[in-house]
């Protein structure tokens, strides 16, 4: 099994998101502390996270350079896709076909080892499956809108239904992207099918992609 990962030196909406303060540690240590021990390659265009680095005690971690390609099509602003699967097929092509390759992002600092481990081993026990994904499942009153219009995605408005009673929502969630190097290769996707979507607890969604969820993170880790 290998962990794989992408470190940016500059984000759109927090600036240097990846290296703000929690709770006296930069982001990115926070999941990759916690994955320490596994095999993680970190691909990366940032000398300050190669700096940073270097202060803690993290035994595990390959860096690979990004590649100008990628920071081209980043920067393309008539590019509306992220590079985000060409890394990820990069790096499958560097693997023997069989190898589990679980694609994170370090702005899901609260994910544990122990889920992506559990998640890998449904991998592996079901010949089925090709991958695995992260999700958050809510039981909620939820809409669409499309345009002007507005419509109810899983009840009926025209009449007062039971929270439990509703059909659930899957939220996709960053925290992992889990499939064998040969189907990611084969299918040219971060998720072959058929696939299997893994729920995660309400803290393990949380994702950081604005400065409320900065906060909010904060909150969390000094309960912790």
């Not at 984000?11 to 990759?32: A, C, D, M, Q």
């Not at 992220?82 to 076909?97: G, I, Q």
């Not at 039971?162 to 998720?191: C, E, M, N, W």
Request: with cysteine.
């Amino acid at each position: 099994m290998k962990i794989f990962t992408i470190i940016k030196e500059h984000s759109e909406r927090i600036p240097e998101k990846n290296f703000t303060n929690v709770n006296g540690y930069p982001l990115w240590w926070h999941l990759l502390s916690e994955l320490d021990g596994l095999e993680i390659t970190v691909n990366t265009d940032s000398p300050k996270f190669i700096r940073q680095l270097q202060s803690y005690e993290l035994k595990t971690i390959t860096i690979i350079k990004r590649l100008q390609k990628h920071i081209e099509w980043e920067n393309n602003e008539n590019i509306d896709t992220s590079p985000v699967e060409d890394m990820l097929f990069d790096f499958c092509e560097t693997l023997n076909r069989s190898e589990i390759v679980v694609l994170t992002h370090i702005t899901s600092p609260f994910l544990k080892k122990k889920t992506i481990l559990d998640a890998v081993s449904m991998l592996r026990n079901d010949q089925k499956l090709k991958s695995i994904h992260s999700v958050q499942q809510i039981k909620d009153f939820v809409w669409v809108k499309k345009d002007s219009h507005i419509s109810p995605v899983n009840f009926y408005p025209d009449r007062v239904q039971r929270t439990q009673d509703l059909s659930p929502i899957l939220v996709s969630k960053g925290a992992f992207f889990i499939g064998k190097a040969g189907d990611i290769l084969d299918q040219r996707k971060r998720l072959p099918e058929p696939l299997l979507f893994f729920p995660l607890d309400h803290t393990q969604s949380v994702e950081i992609d604005n400065l409320e969820d900065l906060e909010f993170a904060r909150l969390l880790k000094g309960e912790s």
